[in-house]
């Protein structure tokens, strides 16, 4: 089991999790009558590392920033049996 500070590479890429469901169906229904499309919520939001071998959830990341969808090296306290990593302050860089 692998803990502790450790670092990772990997492209910083952000999931978004899309709930369509609607507690109005009245509204639903006349959105639906009038061919406008559902109302789109989203619930939850992840930012992952995505590393040659795995994905890595990166805790405490509201946004990506900079360096969405770019190579980067994460050090953070690091979870193996969560695939969790919480990056530790400026501990997001540019990987070179």
């Known amino acids: 089991m692998r803990q502790g500070i450790q670092s990772q590479v990997g492209t910083l890429v952000t999931l978004k999790a899309v709930d369509v469901t609607s507690s109005y169906p009245l509204r639903d229904k006349a959105r639906e009558l009038l061919n406008l499309p559902p109302l789109v919520h989203i619930s939850t939001q992840r930012i992952i590392l995505v590393t040659d071998s795995s994905t890595i959830h990166l805790l405490g990341q509201k946004s990506p920033g900079v360096f969405a969808g770019q190579k980067v090296v994460a050090t953070g ?3 193996n049996c969560n695939q969790e990593l ?5 501990g997001i860089e540019l990987y070179q």
Do not use: A, G, L
Request: hydrophobic letters at 10%; glycine letters at 0%; charged letters at 0%.
């Open 86 to 90: 919480t990056p530790i302050s400026n």
């Open 77 to 79: 306290q690091y979870n």
